[in-house]
């Protein structure tokens, strides 16, 4: 179980017997989307998933997916309005006009204001898209349509490769906030990200609220793309969302730019999850399609660390059944990613932390070691072991509960939870006292531990050590 599987929880996943059923399928993360709920939805929710975790014995991470800036269209005055590639419509607040014009409430004046002739815009997940033809001086927009489709009422609106100055965090997403770390979530993902300054907002928030968890960013905006290096430095996790990113770029770049963000996060060494549509068939059916199986194999040897489920196991008929077959294709993956693997040396210009888990897979492989075990308070070395997929099992020993639930994210990583440095101080003793009391571990298996310690200090300073041990 080294790819990582998150579940989206609705009312086909919602009791405590399909919950338990999903987690013993494989699900290390349970997602609670609050576009379609509030906190009060979700108490019992993750009562349930509390009491699950008891009984299975490993933690389970409970991520709040806020909803972020959707933005969408006003009631339209029609039930529907038939539109034909050609056709000039008009956009903007609601008001009485005297065009006989096809009309489309919008009420986001910001959103309004940035428009210029020759902007793109798409409805409806890209199902209908249109061009921007002229700002009139009644304060509306006049658009020509792409293509032949209907819209109706509250219709999502996005405007491809455009930046905007929304902020990724609406009033609604800083009470869902607050109430989410007041429930005791252990992730929060936040939606329509643009620039680093949405990550850092998110996690003032998160921090005034005297809780301290990982900040999954939703890759769905172009904008985000382009300032992926500076959004990595501050997120502890990336989503690439590819229904909005797919509406957002051209479809037949998707696939390539899947690929790029998921190199980079390798490098930077943060886990990255791909999501939306990947196993979608199995809302109705008890088999995915073979192209399915494709994108899901396809997604772990690029190096994902997790792959979610969104409908499938929301609101889909074989919820179970999904994760089930999700394992079985991440499985097969694996062990392709693994007879292809090349462990080559960080570049010169990384720090310790990457040589120190370079040296501690090369030893790894070189002893044959069954697992390598990494102490540390963050779980900062336990990532860096994971980006360079090593074919050893990963235990991650911390007396943190906060990166404990973050580390479901890594690749290939069993968190453990350990005892308070008080009882025994050097984090290699209390990583060779794992071992020796694992019944993962036969005598005379072999380990690699990283750990942190000054010499004659109970102060760890970060990872400065590697050992073979020998059981």
């Not at 349970?30 to 009060?40: K, T, V």
Request: aromatic share 4%; net charge neutral.
């Amino acid at each position: 179980m080294k790819t990582k599987i998150v579940a989206t929880i609705g009312p086909a996943s919602s009791s405590k017997e399909k919950l338990k059923a999903l987690a013993e399928a494989g699900v290390s993360v349970f997602r609670l989307n609050f576009s379609h709920g509030g906190a009060s939805d979700f108490v019992q929710i993750i009562q349930f998933i509390r009491e699950i975790e008891k009984e299975i014995g490993r933690p389970i991470t409970i991520m709040q997916d806020l909803s972020g800036p959707k933005i969408r269209l006003g009631v339209l005055p029609e039930t529907t309005i038939q539109v034909s590639k050609g056709m000039s419509l008009l956009l903007g607040p609601s008001a009485d006009r005297v065009d006989d014009m096809p009309y489309l409430p919008f009420d986001h004046a910001i959103i309004l204001e940035s428009l210029e002739p020759g902007d793109r815009m798409v409805l409806a997940d890209g199902g209908l898209q249109f061009d921007v033809e002229l700002r009139r001086p009644d304060g509306l927009v006049q658009l020509m349509a792409d293509n032949d489709g209907i819209v109706t009422s509250r219709k999502g609106l996005a405007l491809p490769g455009k930046a905007t100055k929304v902020r990724a965090l609406t009033d609604k997403d800083k009470k869902d906030l607050a109430d989410g770390l007041a429930l005791g979530v252990d992730a929060v993902a936040i939606s329509y990200v643009q620039t680093a300054d949405d990550v850092r907002e998110a996690k003032a928030l998160i921090a005034s609220a005297g809780r301290h968890v990982p900040v999954v960013v939703k890759l769905e905006r172009q904008s985000a793309v382009d300032n992926l290096d500076a959004i990595l430095a501050e997120t502890d996790i990336v989503m690439v969302a590819r229904g909005d990113l797919g509406v957002e770029c051209p479809l037949p770049q998707l696939p390539a730019l899947q690929k790029r963000i998921i190199s980079a996060c390798n490098r930077a060494s943060k886990p990255v999850i791909v999501a939306t549509q990947m196993l979608l068939s199995m809302v109705n059916s008890p088999a995915p399609t073979r192209a399915e199986t494709t994108d899901v194999a396809n997604a772990v040897l690029d190096g994902a660390d997790c792959v979610m489920l969104s409908e499938e196991t929301a609101m889909g008929s074989f919820p179970v059944e999904t994760v089930r077959y999700m394992r079985k294709i991440t499985t097969e993956a694996e062990r392709l990613l693994l007879t292809r693997r090349k462990l080559d040396e960080p570049d010169s210009d990384k720090g310790i932390p990457q040589f120190l888990a370079y040296a501690a897979c090369l030893l790894a492989d070189k002893a044959q070691a069954q697992a390598i075990v990494s102490h540390s308070l963050t779980g900062g070395a336990a990532r860096q072991v994971s980006a360079r997929r090593p074919p050893q099992r990963i235990y991650a020993l911390t007396p943190d509960p906060t990166t404990i639930k973050a580390l479901n994210f890594a690749w290939g990583v069993t968190p453990v939870f350990v005892d308070k440095p008080e009882v025994e101080p050097s984090h290699l003793i209390r990583a060779e006292e794992f071992i020796g009391n694992c019944d993962d571990f036969a005598p005379g298996d072999c380990a690699v531990i990283t750990a942190g310690q000054l010499k004659g200090s109970s102060t760890p300073r970060g990872t400065n050590l590697v050992k073979i041990y020998w059981k």
